[in-house]
């Protein structure tokens, strides 16, 4: 495997590490870490993810970012348009996010000009109304968004994954049935009205938590990484 890092703004935190295969790349993974949108974690959580890809014939593009507890909710939107924009890859592009990266990495699916092949929320914070109602994450929402979600804000209801659809950009939608109830209810409630809202998704729901769905050993991820393969392959 080949690893280097690019740039994609002057901030420590605006770049990508790529890992590359020894071989040709099947497809591109770019990778959006969560934390609940929060400075102290870090694209560090998807290193493993990674290098599992690479291992497989998949180059990974682990994106850092500016975090809205910082650097607020407008510099961490346009950072992920900003890195999707910065990848460069002739191969299928499948964007990868996990908690509060699952919706991160659906926004930007949306908004993008050339959508990605695939987007894939793992155990995402992908209905910011209902995560914040109930107050995930100790807040997570009101914190990154800077105040309380509001549907009467153009800016949080484009935020929120849920309150967007149809997205019309094929998506994976995954939860592991031992993650926290609120999480794996919020995955099913989008998958089933993402569907009658005519997007095409395959949804992926198996035992593990929160953390086994981006552990590259578990079977919860391989089962993941399978609905993935078919996609790309298809």
């Known amino acids: 495997m080949a690893q280097d890092t690019i740039r994609y703004g002057s901030h420590p935190d605006q770049y990508i590490d790529i890992t590359r295969p020894d071989g040709e790349s099947r497809w591109s993974a770019v990778l959006v870490h969560g934390g609940y949108w929060r400075s102290k974690y870090t694209a560090e959580l998807m290193e493993p993810m990674a290098d599992a890809l690479a291992a497989s014939g998949v180059t990974a593009w682990n994106v850092e970012y500016r975090r809205p507890d910082q650097h607020g909710w407008a510099a961490t939107t346009s950072d992920l348009a900003d890195a999707l924009a910065a990848v460069g890859s002739e191969t299928p592009v499948v964007v990868i996010g ?27 914070v992908i209905d910011l109304e209902k995560a914040h109602q109930l107050g995930l994450g100790d807040g997570a929402v009101e914190n990154a968004l800077g105040h309380p979600w509001s549907a009467d804000d153009a800016d949080d209801v484009a935020s929120s994954p849920r309150h967007r659809l149809p997205l019309r950009v094929p998506q994976v939608i995954a939860c592991g049935h031992d993650d926290d109830p609120h999480l794996l209810a919020i995955s099913r409630d989008y998958a089933r009205t993402a569907i009658e809202a ?11 938590d929160h953390f086994d769905i981006i552990a590259p050993q578990h079977r919860l991820w391989a089962q993941v990484l399978a609905a993935v393969e078919h996609r790309v392959a298809s």
């Open 98 to 124: 996990h908690s509060a990266g699952g919706q991160l990495a659906l926004r930007v699916a949306a908004d993008a000009s050339s959508p990605p092949a695939l987007a894939v929320s793992l155990a995402g």
């Open 198 to 208: 005519g997007d095409d998704i395959d949804e992926v729901s198996a035992p593990g």
